[in-house]
């Protein structure tokens, strides 16, 4: 199977990165949005990551020879770093801003953006009912041939196979945020996942310049939340007790691991909608005793004064300063 079109369902922060790289791989991408308000705020996020992956190529110039190339370099823009040179990253460059002009497409009528598409990818929010509800409308959309996959970083693909129309070609694929230089895709069946589907979208990763992380069975949240998730917890539950404020707790974390983020700054870049959505779905979220319910809470009065992370300008940290 050849991935000549590759449809995002959603603009958000990982939607529009994932439209960007399949451009960028050459692909043609149509990013599908439910209203002319939506495209208003997609258009943006383009533009915003489109600099970033350039600005990240112009950077690895820089770093030709330099030892430490070889782990900061934007691993999903240079396929080989030991024998890549500047004029080859000029090269690139270029291809990125005529793929980023020409293979883009935004699309708000969904009966056009999903004809003839070889792979779907949806990328909304992490709400179940919203998810069912769009599988249920595009089920009898998409072409015969078509491959659908969720960008879900929670919830199990087995959860929504059967609202589909196609469990044999449904399955989860979930990227990490900044994918240009966090370039791993999670690739995730479910039970009624065709052997054949499973290999095509690993196929699809790597034409992506992806690593496939390839799970075995199905686990919630992945290989990437089971490891962050936990983090993202234990730093809100310490806000939440008011054991110590976003920014100390950040500080601690950077400085005695090394890491170049706190969980909260993580927050601000996955976007506090994501984080509460995630926050939700918990047992006790609606239980107002609960310490789960008065960290929604807080983050619910955040979101209401639009402080919903980096790409609102203000989240945790203020970034219009």
């Not at 599908?32 to 990551?49: A, C, D, F, N, V």
């Not at 770093?81 to 990125?96: F, Q, R, S, Y």
């Not at 370039?183 to 069946?189: I, K, S």
């Not at 390839?214 to 539950?237: G, I, M, R, T, W």
Request: aromatic residues 8%; glycine residues 8%.
């Amino acid at each position: 199977m050849e991935f000549k079109k590759v449809v995002i369902l959603g603009g958000g922060v990982l939607g529009a990165q994932i439209g960007l790289m399949s451009a960028y791989t050459g692909h043609e991408t149509t990013l599908w949005m439910r209203s002319e308000g939506t495209i208003g705020r997609t258009q943006p996020r383009l533009e915003k990551y489109s600099k970033q992956m350039i600005e990240s190529l112009a950077r690895a110039k820089a770093l030709i020879g330099n030892p430490l190339g070889a782990y900061l370099y934007p691993r999903a823009l240079i396929k080989d770093w030991n024998k890549v040179t500047a004029e080859e990253i000029d090269n690139l460059m270029a291809m990125a801003q005529k793929n980023f002009k020409e293979k883009i497409h935004l699309e708000l009528d969904i009966d056009k953006a999903l004809a003839d598409a070889d792979i779907v990818i949806e990328a909304m929010a992490e709400n179940p009912q919203a998810k069912i509800d769009l599988y249920t409308k595009i089920k009898d959309k998409m072409d015969e041939k078509t491959i659908l996959c969720t960008n879900s970083s929670t919830l199990l693909p087995s959860t929504f196979a059967e609202y589909t129309g196609r469990p044999e070609k449904f399955m989860a694929l979930h990227f990490a945020n900044e994918i240009w230089a966090h370039n791993t895709a999670e690739c995730m069946g479910h039970p009624g996942t065709s052997a054949e589907t499973y290999e095509a979208v690993v196929r699809f990763a790597q034409e992506i310049q992806m690593v496939p992380i390839q799970l075995h069975k199905e686990q919630p949240a992945y290989v990437l939340n089971s490891l962050l998730v936990p983090l993202l917890d234990a730093a809100q539950q310490l806000w939440g007790k008011g054991v110590a404020d976003p920014e100390t707790i950040d500080m601690t974390w950077r400085i005695a691991t090394g890491a170049p983020a706190g969980p909260f700054q993580i927050m601000d870049v996955v976007g506090l909608e994501t984080v509460y959505n995630i926050g939700s779905m918990k047992p006790d979220a609606q239980d107002p005793d609960s310490l789960n319910h008065k960290i929604l809470t807080m983050i619910k009065e955040k979101m209401d004064r639009g402080e919903t992370g980096v790409n609102a300008g203000k989240g945790f940290y203020d970034y219009k300063k």
